[in-house]
T-cell receptor, first 117, second 114 residues
Framework: GAVVSQHPSWVICKSGTSVKIECRSL??????MFWYRQFPKQSLMLMAT?????????EQGVEKDKFLINHASLTLSTLTVTSAHPEDSSFYIC?????????????FGPGTRLTVL | GNSVTQMEGPVTLSEEAFLTINCTYT??????LFWYVQYPGEGLQLLLK?????DKGSNKGFEATYRKETTSFHLEKGSVQVSDSAVYFC?????????????FGQGTRLTINP
């Protein structure tokens, strides 16, 4: 199957700094990628849909100025957490669609654990 | 809006026991249904899926049947192994501009003891 990577796998930062997380589709091109947030022992919450060459579509309640998404190429989407605070600490997961319209499947990255001190 | 409800975990079973993880959904239209598995330290992987009513998805000994009348997609396995220990997520797809927007249940942690 298709492979999606994320970098870094974990990051610790100080409150007030910005952190960038990369999501790459390694062996396929993805016009659409998704960013999720997973709290401990809870489900994945969709944050936004990232479209190559256009603005991301954010879910209700997600601050677009805080979580900046850029999908500059067909294999790379980035999520930047700006002015991070301890409440932003979480597990961030990306996914990318692959396949034909009749059988698209989402492939998930391994996730990035963010800890804000 | 669309939603998915899974039975709460954690679930602990002995090896070779029968497994059922319940999943029900609320959706408009005719969504596709999925089970994803997340092994420790890894990303989510698609376990099985069903795209229309009465379809049965199966993989690695796991099965789930799309029941429209009960809006359910329960996951079953006849004889679990220690290697099945993971977190299982039920999900439905909500078509969004041709892409596949997933709505997840809360996840069920499964532990299989030898």
């Amino acid at each position: 199957g298709a492979v999606v990577s994320q970098h870094p796998s974990w990051v610790i930062c100080k409150s007030g700094t910005s952190v960038k997380i990369e999501c790459r589709s390694l062996d396929f091109q993805a016009t659409t990628m998704f960013w999720y947030r997973q709290f401990p022992k809870q489900s994945l919450m969709l944050m936004a849909t990232s479209n190559e060459g256009s603005k991301a579509t954010y879910e209700q309640g997600v601050e677009k100025d805080k979580f900046l998404i850029n999908h500059a190429s067909l294999t790379l989407s980035t999520l930047t957490v700006t002015s991070a605070h301890p409440e932003d600490s979480s597990f961030y997961i990306c996914s990318a669609n692959w396949g034909t319209s009749g059988g698209r499947e989402q492939f998930f990255g391994p996730g990035t654990r963010l800890t804000v001190l | 809006g669309n939603s998915v409800t899974q039975m709460e975990g954690p679930v602990t079973l002995s090896e070779e026991a029968f497994l059922t993880i319940n999943c029900t959904y609320t959706a408009t239209g005719y969504p596709s249904l999925f089970w994803y598995v997340q092994y420790p330290g890894e990303g989510l992987q698609l376990l099985l899926k069903a795209t229309k009513a009465d379809d049965k998805g199966s993989n690695k000994g796991f099965e789930a049947t799309y029941r429209k009348e009960t809006t359910s997609f329960h996951l079953e396995k006849g004889s679990v192994q220690v290697s099945d220990s993971a977190v299982y997520f039920c999900a439905l797809s909500d078509r969004f501009q041709g892409a596949q927007k997933l709505v997840f249940g809360q996840g069920t942690r499964l532990t299989i003891n030898p």
